[in-house]
């Protein structure tokens, strides 16, 4: 089907950025194209607007319906990440050209379903307000709105870039820090009211609340290092484009782990640590 070729990766991009989840992203897009055979899509003006508003709208109502699972999830909710070797080709990804950051999508994650659609369309995609109305059937204006109360309430929030080599450091620092135990010059890179986040989902141990401070996160490292939970082979990789670490045992990953700056890009603002196994399950690196 030359329709699939030609916008699987768009649409892939578009559901992975509203779900959060490569598998589901991948179901929806799937079954998109599914229903496209029992149409006739000759008939269709604008085939990417229509496919684009398509799957937006299974990506809001997926959404609605996993709230409630979502409410009684065990812990904090992160993201699937996107894994890949440092070396491969960016091509490769999935996600291709409309890569953002992790940290990015931890921030989607946090808006209603019409938010999280109308900041993608601006921050990633670029769409004007008038291609957004007609995808989610609201007005220009009341898109705006929306768009600015999103943008007010995210200024004081992390940075959405980062310095690729700054990155490579630090990621190589905290696996130096996890195999010595020793965690201080790691701590230093921390602001002081770094937050980390640790998504286990209920079924490995992990923390169930935010850990807040520099401090308190460099305990909890040092706690956990000297627990050997840490123990595994260290690799490093890109974690949806950003520098990351994995940690493996018995060749299966246990950990993703990746960080997020703060606006002056002086220092990590966020840690995220994934470890419920059905969010690494995809990873084949």
């Given at each position: ?34 229903d496209l055979h ?17 799957v937006t709208n ?228």
């Open positions: 089907m030359e329709e699939y070729q030609k916008y699987w990766s768009l649409l892939y991009s578009i559901a992975y950025q509203m779900v959060g989840s490569l598998q589901d992203a991948e179901d929806i897009v799937q079954e998109l194209f599914a029992e149409k006739n899509i000759r008939q269709v003006n604008h085939l990417q607007s229509y496919l684009t508003k398509s299974r990506c809001i109502n997926f959404l609605q319906s996993a709230r409630k699972k979502r409410e009684i999830y065990v812990g904090e909710w992160l993201p699937e990440p996107e894994c890949k070797q440092i070396e491969q080709n960016p091509a490769d990804s999935m996600i291709k050209d409309e890569m953002i950051s992790y940290a990015f999508m931890v921030l989607m994650s946090r808006l209603n379903p019409i938010e999280r659609a109308i900041f993608m369309f601006r921050e990633v995609f670029n769409y004007s307000y008038k291609e957004i109305s007609f995808i989610l059937q609201k007005s220009d204006a009341n898109c705006r709105k929306i768009y600015s109360r999103i943008k007010n309430k995210l200024k004081e929030e992390i940075s959405l870039t980062a310095d690729r080599i700054e990155e490579q450091r630090l990621a190589e620092l905290f696996i130096h820090s996890t195999k010595t135990g020793d965690f201080a010059e790691f701590a230093d890179r921390l602001a002081k009211e770094a937050v980390l986040y640790a998504d286990g989902g209920g079924k490995v141990r992990s923390a169930i609340n935010p850990i807040y401070g520099r401090n308190r996160i460099y305990a909890f490292f040092k706690g956990i290092t000297s627990k050997g939970s840490l123990a595994g082979h260290f690799q490093l990789v890109n974690i949806n484009g950003g520098r990351g670490v994995i940690i493996k045992r018995t060749n299966h990953p246990i950990y993703a782990i990746c960080f997020a700056w703060d606006q002056k890009l002086d220092f990590i603002k966020h840690i995220y640590m994934i470890s419920n196994p059905d969010k690494l399950k995809q990873i084949k690196i």
